[in-house]
């Protein structure tokens, strides 16, 4: 198993672009989730999807969008990059009633 | 809101003594808490889950305390070796797999 995949790695955006990252699992898991991380404050979580057709809010969901259209992936879509967004973000997945996280190995983004 | 404290501080210790690190969080009634290791450039990985009815949870040199009255974590990592350096997260949790993560220990453990 591959477990939890992110692309890309690094990406520097303009302020005003949009991107989008990928997130993939391969382990079947129903809950996958979008986290960001910045110095000092921890992981805050941006959006979280508990299956296929389902998507909801987290604690920091303004500009992010989500889709989950499979179970395996769930990208999270910058509509419109802000240097505020420059964080390093992070997929996780797991099974519905495990609640042990699997996370990918995080996309280290920079809006200029 | 919910607040998860934990020590900003790196801890620094020897090689072969018992690492404590301490998790606490206020305005929060989880029903179990995690405790994950990260490695610099990598993500967290999940080290082990203690619910709100246990008070005590070992894996190998791992041991994981919680007290729901005092709303705080224990982390002990006994015979602390250099390969164990890496900052540790607590993220309490309730239904629904939702965690918030704690801000996460250095700990450094020279030989």
């Known amino acids: 198993n591959a477990g939890v995949t992110q692309t890309p790695k690094f990406q520097v955006l303009k302020t005003g672009q949009s991107m989008t990252l990928q997130c993939a699992q391969d382990?079947?898991?129903?809950?996958m989730s979008w986290y960001r991380q910045d110095p000092g404050m921890g992981l805050r979580l941006i959006h979280y999807?508990?299956?296929?057709?389902?998507?909801d809010q987290g604690e920091v969901p303004n500009g992010y969008n989500v889709s989950r259209s499979t179970t395996e992936d769930f990208p999270l879509r910058l509509l419109s990059a802000a240097p505020s967004q420059t964080s390093v973000y992070f997929c996780?997945?797991?099974?519905?009633?495990?609640?042990?996280?699997?996370f990918g190995p995080g996309t280290r983004l920079t809006v200029t | 809101s919910q607040k998860i404290e934990q020590n900003s501080e790196a801890l620094n210790i020897q090689e072969g003594k018992t690492a404590t690190l301490t998790c606490n969080y206020t305005?929060?009634?989880?029903?179990?808490l995690q405790w994950y290791r990260q490695d610099p450039g990598r993500g967290p990985v999940f080290l082990l889950l203690?619910?709100?009815?246990?008070k005590e949870k070992r894996k190998e040199r791992l041991k994981v305390t919680f007290d729901t009255t005092l709303k705080q974590s224990l982390f002990h990592i006994t015979a602390s070796q250099p390969a164990d350096s890496a900052t540790y997260l607590c993220?309490?949790?309730?239904?629904?797999?939702?965690?918030?993560f704690g801000g996460g220990t250095r700990l450094m453990v020279k030989p």
């Open positions: 382990m079947n898991h129903e809950y």
């Open positions: 305005n929060y009634s989880p029903a179990y």
């Open positions: 999807s508990v299956g296929a057709g389902i998507t």
């Open positions: 203690i619910r709100e009815n246990e």
């Open positions: 993220a309490p949790g309730n239904a629904g797999n939702m965690l918030t």
């Open positions: 996780a997945s797991s099974y519905h009633n495990s609640y042990e996280q699997y």
